[in-house]
């Protein structure tokens, strides 16, 4: 099965800066990669998401790119905000014999933006 | 409009004991799967459902079980609970069946002792 590693596991930054988080997955069949930010006792929101005939899709400070040849993506963050603190988590679709959608999550990534 | 609503929000189980878990999907959605996350973990994907059949299932023993009913609604139910069962249930609701975007709800935390 599909399998999705996520680093840093923790991402410290100061305010204003950028932050990146990367991905790299093993099922070269998964054609989709969504970004999830989940914020303490609530469930993962959609950020941002990128499917495999595109390399980079970018939503005003959210950036998002896919290197299918080498099977990561990464999350880019720019002018970084209090706000943005938070646990990040990469994901792949997983296709199985029934064509479920499930998806594959990494660990997640805790970013803290430092005043 | 409303979200994805679970209920109950939190619970509190003894091992060998029974759980269920309830979702409403966003109005118009029809397929709806659920995610076990343990503390300090991603979700991991549990069960789909799409017009009131399962159409996916990932690694889980058959104690868990789901279904939907005909207004998209649905239930997870745990069976023979262990501690290792102790988890936040996500429950997730998406337009069809291939669409890509899931939409989460806040979660049933299950604590068993």
Do not use: M
């Not at chain 1, 005003?60 to 943005?84: C, G, M, W, Y």
């Amino acid at each position: 099965g599909e399998n999705v590693e996520q680093h840093p596991s923790t991402l410290s930054v100061q305010e204003g800066d950028s932050a990146v988080i990367k991905c790299t997955y093993s099922d070269s069949a998964s054609n989709y990669f969504p970004w999830y930010k989940q914020e303490l006792g609530k469930g993962p929101q959609l950020i941002i998401d990128i499917r495999s005939n595109v390399g980079e899709k970018k939503d005003q400070r959210i950036a998002v790119t896919l290197n299918k040849t080498a099977k990561h993506f990464s999350l880019h963050i720019t002018e970084t905000q209090p706000e943005d603190s938070a646990v990040y988590f990469c994901a792949a679709r997983l296709y199985s014999g029934g064509g479920a959608d499930g998806l594959t999550f990494g660990k997640g990534t805790h970013l803290i933006i430092q005043p | 409009d409303a979200g994805v609503t679970q209920s109950p929000t939190h619970l509190i189980k003894t091992r060998g004991q029974h759980v269920t878990l309830r979702c409403s999907p966003i109005s118009g959605h029809k397929s709806v799967s659920w995610y076990q996350q343990v503390l300090g973990q991603g979700p991991q994907f549990i069960f789909q459902y799409y017009e009131k059949e399962e159409r996916g299932r990932g690694n889980f023993p058959d104690r868990f079980s789901a279904r939907q009913f005909p207004n998209y609604s649905s239930e997870l139910n745990v069976n023979a609970l262990l501690l290792g069962d102790s988890a936040l249930y996500l429950c997730a609701s998406s337009l069809g069946r291939g669409t890509g975007e899931l939409f989460f709800g806040e979660g049933s935390r299950l604590t068993v002792l």
